[in-house]
T-cell receptor, first 116, second 112 residues
Framework: GAVVSQHPSWVICKSGTSVKIECRSL??????MFWYRQFPKQSLMLMAT?????????EQGVEKDKFLINHASLTLSTLTVTSAHPEDSSFYIC????????????FGPGTRLTVL | DAKTTQPPSMDCAEGRAANLPCNHS???????VYWYRQIHSQGPQYIIH???NNETNEMASLIITEDRKSSTLILPHATLRDTAVYYC?????????????FGSGTQLTVLP
């Protein structure tokens, strides 16, 4: 299957700083990427949908000015958590689909963010 | 997307078949049943999907009832590495909104 990578796999930062997480489709072009967030012992919650070359669509309750998403190429989307706070500590997961993919969504391994 | 109901947890002995049920009584005619799993601290992994016929691949089998209101994911010979949260998702595969809506899933624990 197609491979999606994320970098970094984990990050620890101080409160008030910004953190950038990268999501890459390694062997296919991803017209659409999704960003999910998962708190401990909870299920994945969709944060936003990112389409290459256009603005991301955010889910209700997700602050677009705090979670900046850029999808500048067909293989890379980035999520920047600005002015991070301890409550932003979570497991962030991206996924990607291609225009020809009907059946499966390819997930990255996730990024563990801890804000001190 | 149709709502699904899964038991919160199940245990299975290593080497035995694991049968994970999912209820989706409000499924519509054009919605597929998808199964994903998430091993602890990893991203979800696609397992299998189906519309109305039973499906089998190298990972699992999917049995969908004739009325399509429920399904069962079968791992024929469970191993310790199959311990994970299993998600049953019902959705239309095409269309602009192709994100997945994850429920709470079933925590499968394979016991040695």
């Amino acid at each position: 299957g197609a491979v999606v990578s994320q970098h970094p796999s984990w990050v620890i930062c101080k409160s008030g700083t910004s953190v950038k997480i990268e999501c890459r489709s390694l062997d296919f072009q991803a017209t659409t990427m999704f960003w999910y967030r998962q708190f401990p012992k909870q299920s994945l919650m969709l944060m936003a949908t990112s389409n290459e070359g256009s603005k991301a669509t955010y889910e209700q309750g997700v602050e677009k000015d705090k979670f900046l998403i850029n999808h500048a190429s067909l293989t890379l989307s980035t999520l920047t958590v600005t002015s991070a706070h301890p409550e932003d500590s979570s497991f962030y997961i991206c996924s990607a689909i291609t225009s020809s993919s009907y059946n499966e969504q390819f997930f990255g391994p996730g990024t563990r963010l801890t804000v001190l | 997307d149709a709502k699904t109901t899964q038991p919160p947890s199940m245990d299975c002995a290593e080497g035995r078949a694991a049968n994970l049920p999912c209820n989706h009584s409000t499924i519509s005619g054009n919605e597929y049943v998808y199964w994903y799993r998430q091993i602890h601290s990893q991203g979800p992994q696609y397992i299998i999907h189906g519309l109305k016929n039973n499906e089998t691949n190298e990972m699992a089998s999917l049995i969908i009832t004739e009325d399509r209101k429920s399904s069962t994911l079968i791992l024929p010979h469970a191993t310790l590495r199959d311990t994970a949260v299993y998600y049953c998702i019902v959705r239309v595969p095409s269309g602009s909104a192709r994100q997945l809506t994850f429920g709470s899933g079933t925590q499968l624990t394979v016991l040695p």
